[in-house]
């Protein structure tokens, strides 16, 4: 978890207090299904399969790119920066309840983007 799903909030942590909120806001759904180590397997395999960096290289429209190239729309969640510009905060994309394929979201969280929104830089130390 600590390679394939780091914490990148600062300041850093060691990422078990987001994973234990992930479990406990989106995995219980599943837990008839799913235990709590097949519904994190079940998430890096979906991230791993959509190479996100890949896809929004030299784009216009993040939304619009993932979405032509997963089939399903994604949420974006921006975040404004101390000197006002919004940047990405977070990207949703919904799956089934086996966690096995992707399905269009039945809900939307709140909140939107501006028009146009800063890719922020930051260093990572694995």
């Not at 394939?4 to 599943?30: I, M, N, V, Y």
């Not at 979906?46 to 429209?61: D, G, M, P, Q, R």
């Not at 940047?87 to 028009?115: E, F, H, N, T, W």
Request: aromatic share 12%.
């Amino acid at each position: 978890m600590h390679e394939e799903w780091p914490t990148l909030a600062c300041p850093r942590s060691d990422g078990r207090l987001f994973w234990q909120h992930e479990w406990e806001k989106h995995g219980t759904c599943a837990e008839s299904v799913l235990s709590q180590h097949a519904y994190f397997q079940a998430a890096l395999g979906i991230k791993n399969n959509i190479n996100f960096l890949h896809i929004l290289k030299n784009v216009n429209s993040i939304k619009g790119s993932i979405g032509q190239a997963t089939g399903f729309a994604p949420w974006i969640e921006c975040n404004v920066v101390e000197e006002g510009n919004s940047q990405p905060y977070q990207v949703y994309m919904c799956v089934g309840p086996s966690a096995s394929r992707l399905i269009d979201c039945p809900v939307l969280p709140r909140g939107s983007c501006a028009a146009e929104i800063e890719f922020p830089s930051f260093y990572i130390q694995l």
